[in-house]
């Protein structure tokens, strides 16, 4: 005697799988062995699936579901998982090379490129960047870094330098000489004078010079010698010079003079 009223069994479902896309591909094309039925009856057993062996599974996961049913309407169903994942990086199909820029008769410069383009094989990519086109670059190497990402933490990192230079020397302005007396009384001078600036097409340079204004000098000219450093080593040098006229002492040596031979 038969109870038709027994649901059929699944046997031999397969494992869950765990899979790595295809090169390139959102996917993964994932195969297993069909699962086996029986039954109490001896009748043929109807097994059917939400997915079959052979189909391409997207990456994530997907639950495949086989369902046994005998010719009573009796059923029994069963799952397994399939998760496929993501491993690839994207990739850029372009990036930009280095960049060198001069500055000559610019203070400053705004640097532009083309934006990399990137890929994923998941189709969902994103980008970012330490600068971006259009900033502006100090003097010297920067190095612009570009990172893309896919949905599943995969990562791909490109960079390119960004080389400015200087080529613009620094100028020293107001420039003059000086004369003046010796100090009543004295053989020299107190000397004060209006310093030279100087100016750089970048930032501002270094003025540095071998007398301070206040400082003695004899009777006779002397030079002051002024030189300018810009930030890239770039340096100028400028004169004033420093005449200290002995009138007055001439003056009393003369008188002397003259009275002695009187
Ligand atoms: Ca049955
Ligand atoms: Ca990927
Ligand atoms: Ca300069």
């Known amino acids: 005697m038969v109870t038709y009223d027994e649901n059929p069994r699944i046997l031999n479902l397969p494992e869950d799988q765990v899979l790595e896309t295809e090169p390139g591909q959102p996917f993964a094309v994932v195969s297993w062995t069909e699962p086996t039925t029986s039954d109490n009856s001896m009748d043929q057993i109807d097994l059917t699936s939400t997915r079959n062996s052979g189909d391409m599974f997207h990456i994530g996961s997907t639950v495949v579901t086989y369902t046994a049913r ?12 399939i998760k ?3 491993m690839e990086k994207p990739v850029f199909n372009y990036f930009p090379s280095n960049i060198k820029h001069q500055l000559l008769g610019e203070t400053y410069t705004d640097i532009f490129w083309d934006e990399p383009s990137v890929t994923d ?10 600068h971006h086109s259009g900033d502006w670059f100090a003097i010297g190497r920067t190095i612009v870094d570009y990172k893309a990402f896919d949905s599943s933490g995969n990562t791909a990192t490109k960079v390119f330098s960004v080389i400015i230079t200087d080529d613009d020397y ?3 302005h107001n420039v003059s000489n000086v004369t003046v007396n010796t100090d009543v009384g004295k053989s020299y001078a107190i000397v004060i004078w209006t310093e030279p600036t100087a100016t750089d097409n970048y930032g501002v340079p270094t003025l540095t010079s ?10 006779g000219y002397t030079e002051v010698e002024y030189t300018a450093n810009d930030i890239s080593g770039h340096n100028v ?14 003056t009393v040596f003369i008188i002397a003079f003259l009275m002695k031979t009187q």
């Not at 005998?70 to 998982?81: H, K, Q, R, V």
């Not at 071998?210 to 009777?219: A, M, S, Y």
Request: glycine share 6%; hydrophobic share 40%.
């Open 70 to 81: 005998d010719a009573y309407d009796n059923d029994e169903s069963a799952s397994f998982l």
């Open 84 to 86: 496929v994942i993501d």
């Open 210 to 219: 071998t007398h301070k204004p206040g400082d003695r000098f004899n009777i």
């Open 237 to 250: 040098t400028a004169s004033v010079w420093i005449e200290v006229q002995g009138l007055l002492l001439l």
């Open 121 to 130: 094989n998941s189709g969902d990519v994103s980008l970012v960047s330490s």
């Open 170 to 172: 620094p100028v020293i």
